[in-house]
């Protein structure tokens, strides 16, 4: 047994070999991305992250190199690329745009029966993917299309949810969603994650997001693997990452500020609450306990 | 002074054969000519139902609309005044592939001129002018769909530019798009209406894009619940946040701080402000100490 | 993938055939349809051969293009060439063989009108893509046929509604190819298997495909209308054109120069008309 939930070994990757649009999608990419964490996944667009999430559950198979499952290359012996899309749940961006049953249990219930299961098994993994997504179980009976965007958006996810992936891949969940309806997606993710100790790759352009539920980020530019590291780590790069298009938490450069003005306060600060803590124990530590 | 939009006592409900659901609730709005208001909300709260109405797309069950002098809410609006109105009022919609028609972006620029019927070379000017203005020339020739969603948007408004409108709304039109697309698309409307006089409607549920806006217009549950400058909207922390909107960062630290019994204003909502205010009030009591 | 289709696609460029009024490409392609039935023998087809050899040189579409647009249809050519070389009877038979339980008869006339119907397919195909689908804009083309329509627009023909579906019909193509291999991709990842089972079972794992694109479609469909009602669309009605179609010299010499070659070669008492002689002694 490997380790790790997914490894690059040596990944490249060209699109439209021989015509005007040709691409490098991936250059040489190896990286392992370690079970049981929320490893984030950042870079614009165009950088090669949707190439290496299809790569992930055996849509696409690499021109040169390997992807490996849990020590297992996809599309070998040991893991054909169907047993792959079984393995890693994949939920691509605007998922509510692939369902297609009369109810919202049938269409939850699409892949587990792809996977061949019994009718009562089914049943217990719809009902419990519903409720991990926070839906109550009264819109089983009724139709996704009549429900709302951001209901749409769990049901759908609720249908890979319901195959019991062992690794789950998500591309932007939160894309077009106002403020509330990201937070309680992403906090339906995290829970989930926490309750069922499944490895979580998540795509997000929100800087924001990353760093308050990722633990790992990997970095794509143009094709390449810049960085892969914590999220501390990666986020101190600032120089590195604004050169590739990306942005930093909106709180990072307020913090920044306050070094350069010359302030004691710790470097290492991306979410609000962590910037109120430190903001709070210099501020008024000094003045009420002085 | 009756501004450039004039909105009173407006009411629209949809209905079908089931049920009537009121979407806007007596709504008064004064918009002067060349102000950029953002109208803030999160999804299903009515700010989409405003922009078409304020299009004469939907008509209101009760009040009225004027635009720019036209009686846009009068059912009976002549075939010439609606032409009038859609073009002295361009608006731009989510998804970008949806709004564009021909498969040559100049082609599609020269769409709406053409339906008003202006003079062959008379739109090819309007065309190069408004292609210019986007910053989108060198593809004047290349089919929309290889082009990235923040291109799309701008060939989109540049559609629009070229019948001359006096005024833009833009309806979620940032939604669908990743960081960069968003950051191209709000260069864009900045010089649409500071440097063209556009007065534009910056329909949203994004903080960063209301706080560019000299207006913020919270609509939630079909009513303006807030009003006002980016400065006062954003210093009711508490109000966004039960309605399901946030605030960017930087304010959300200094209204948390300032919770904690800290002496900072609210609706801050530049990071530098942000960064100084903190380093002031640091310097006061680290001198206070001493 | 389905992207990888280039089939009736358009190359932005800047060639003679390029500039060329779609109308005159429309009768030219008319013209060369003609006149490609009309060939009767292997001198015929040469002089065709000939002249798309010039068209494609033309129209500067690289050549590597134009065989991957014919790469799909190879499987008809092949059909086609296997039904004529099997099922055209004649006197010159080359091979009369029994192998194994098949009864081999190849006659010198099959083989030559199987070679005759690959070549009519193969120079429909590149004329009609070099002269109309490559360097036309799906906008000149429908723009084109309103034209050459238009006088059916008087009989009560909605001539300007019919092309500008057209129009909007080829807009959304690659949307929707692209949006069919995304919907693909998903319900792959959910365990979909297109590709074993019999004919019922893999027409029956469309669906989860079909029925969401039918529905995005409609909703693109709405948008799109609201759009370009917002764009001031009314109809043909008073409408006006950023490009005027507007015949110049070039089109008609083009035009001309066709007309010539249809002349030269295939019509009777005219000099090369020899070529309408059976040429079977000709070619072997």
Redesign the interface.
């Known amino acids: 047994m490997s380790e790790y939930a997914i490894s690059f070994r040596d990944v490249s990757y060209v699109y439209g070999e021989g015509t005007p649009f040709f691409k490098k999608a991936l250059d040489h990419v190896s990286f392992d991305i370690k079970e049981g964490i929320i490893t984030g996944i950042i870079g614009h667009t165009g950088s090669g992250k949707s190439t290496l999430l299809q790569m992930m559950n055996g849509l696409l198979s690499p021109h040169k190199g390997q992807v490996l499952v849990k020590g297992n290359a996809i599309g070998s012996k040991a893991l054909s690329k169907r047993d792959a899309a079984f393995q890693v749940g994949l939920v691509f961006q605007y998922p509510e745009y692939q369902l297609f049953e009369e109810t919202v249990f049938k269409d939850i219930a699409y892949g587990p029966k792809n996977k061949g299961l019994g009718e009562d098994e089914i049943k217990e993994r719809v009902k419990e993917a519903i409720r991990f997504v926070g839906l109550s179980e009264d819109v089983l009976e009724k139709s996704p299309f009549e429900l709302s965007g951001g209901q749409k958006r769990r049901v759908a996810i609720a249908g890979v949810l319901a195959m019991r992936p062992e690794i789950l891949v998500l591309d932007e969940p939160a894309a077009g969603l106002d403020p509330r309806g990201r937070t309680e997606i992403f906090g339906n993710i995290y829970n989930y994650q926490k309750r069922t100790g499944t490895t979580v790759i998540i795509v997000s352009h929100s800087m924001e997001d990353m760093a308050r539920y990722a633990e790992e980020l990997a970095v794509m530019s143009d094709g390449k693997l810049m960085m892969h590291d914590t999220v501390r780590k990666v986020f101190s790069q600032r120089d590195l990452l604004e050169s590739i298009g990306l942005d930093v938490p909106g709180i990072t450069p307020v913090i920044e500020r306050l070094r350069a003005l010359g302030m004691p306060i710790k470097e290492d600060i991306f979410t609000v609450e962590e910037a109120r803590e430190e903001l709070l124990r210099l501020l008024k530590g000094g003045s009420t306990h002085a | 002074m009756a501004g450039y939009i004039s909105i009173r006592n407006l009411s629209f409900s949809y209905k079908d054969d089931q049920k009537e659901q009121q979407a806007l609730k007596n709504i008064n709005l004064e918009i002067e000519k060349g102000s950029f208001v953002a109208v803030l909300g999160?999804?299903?709260s009515g700010k989409s139902t405003l922009a078409k109405l304020l299009?004469a797309?939907l008509v209101p069950d009760e009040g009225e609309i004027v635009v720019g002098g036209l009686k846009v809410s009068d059912p009976e609006l002549s075939?010439e005044d609606l032409?009038e109105l859609?073009?002295r009022v361009?608006?731009v919609?989510q998804?970008p592939?949806?709004?564009?028609?021909?498969?040559?972006v100049?082609?599609d620029v020269?769409?709406?001129?053409?339906?008003?019927?202006?003079?062959?070379k008379e739109?090819?000017r309007r065309?190069d002018e408004a292609l210019a203005l986007m910053g989108i020339s060198e593809y004047a020739?290349?089919?929309?769909?290889?082009l990235?969603?923040g291109q799309k948007q701008r060939v989109?408004i540049a559609?629009?530019m070229a019948?001359l409108p006096e005024c833009m709304i833009f309806d979620e039109a940032t939604?669908?798009l990743?960081?960069?697309?968003r950051k191209e698309v709000m260069a864009t409307v900045l010089k649409l209406n500071k440097e063209l006089g556009i007065t534009v409607l910056h329909i949203t549920?994004n903080?960063?894009e209301a706080a560019m806006a000299d207006r913020v217009v919270v609509i939630d549950d079909g009513q303006v619940l807030l009003d006002g400058t980016p400065e006062q909207v954003f210093s009711k922390v508490q109000t966004l946040q039960a309605v399901?909107?946030?605030v960017?960062?930087?304010t959300?630290?200094l209204h948390?701080?300032a919770c904690?019994?800290?002496p900072f204003p609210e609706g801050v909502i530049d990071?530098?402000q942000?960064?100084r205010l903190?380093?002031e009030?640091?310097m006061k009591?680290?001198k206070?100490?001493k | 993938m389905l992207k990888d289709i280039t089939l009736g696609q358009y190359f932005p460029g800047n060639s003679l055939l390029h500039r060329l009024d779609p109308r005159i490409k429309l009768l030219a392609t008319v013209l060369l349809i003609v006149i490609i039935f009309l060939a009767k023998n292997m001198a015929g087809y040469g002089v065709m051969i000939l002249l798309t050899v010039f068209l494609v040189a033309l129209s500067r579409i690289p050549v590597k293009t134009i065989l991957k647009s014919i790469k799909p249809l190879i499987f008809v050519v092949l059909l086609t060439v296997a039904m004529n070389i099997f099922f055209t009877g004649g006197e010159n038979v080359v091979l009369d063989q029994k192998i194994w339980i098949i009864h081999l008869r190849l006659t010198a006339e099959g083989i030559l009108n199987g070679v005759k119907m690959a070549l009519r397919i193969l120079l429909l195909i590149v004329d009609t893509g070099v002269i109309l689908t490559y360097t036309t804009s799906p906008i000149d083309l429908t723009d084109g046929i309103e034209r050459l329509l238009s006088p059916l627009g008087k009989i009560g023909v909605p001539v300007h509604s019919f092309a500008m579906m057209m129009s909007l019909a080829l807009r959304f193509v690659p949307t929707l190819i692209e949006e069919t291999d995304k919907i693909i991709a998903a319900q792959k990842s959910r365990g979909a298997d297109f590709s074993s089972g019999n004919v019922i079972s893999r027409v029956k794992a469309l669906i989860p495909v079909l029925i969401p694109l039918l529905i995005s479609s409609f909703r693109r469909a709405d948008e799109l209308a609201l759009a370009m009602e917002c764009r001031c669309y009314h109809g043909g009605k008073g409408r006006t054109k950023m490009k005027e179609l507007k015949l110049q010299a070039k089109d008609v010499a083009f035009l001309l120069v066709l007309a010539l070659f249809l002349a030269v070669a295939f019509l009777p008492g005219i000099p090369c008309s020899v070529f309408g002689i059976n040429t079977m002694n000709f070619v072997f």
């Open positions: 999160h999804n299903g299009s797309i075939e032409l859609h073009r361009g608006m919609f998804n592939d949806n709004q564009l028609v021909a498969t040559v100049e082609e020269a769409f709406g001129p053409e339906n008003l019927g202006i003079e062959p739109i090819r065309v020739r290349h089919a929309p769909s290889k990235s969603g989109a559609g629009l019948m939604a669908m990743d960081p960069s697309g549920h903080m960063e399901g909107l946030d960017m960062q930087c959300e630290l948390e701080l904690c019994g800290l990071e530098e942000c960064a903190i380093y009030y640091y009591t680290v206070d100490k």
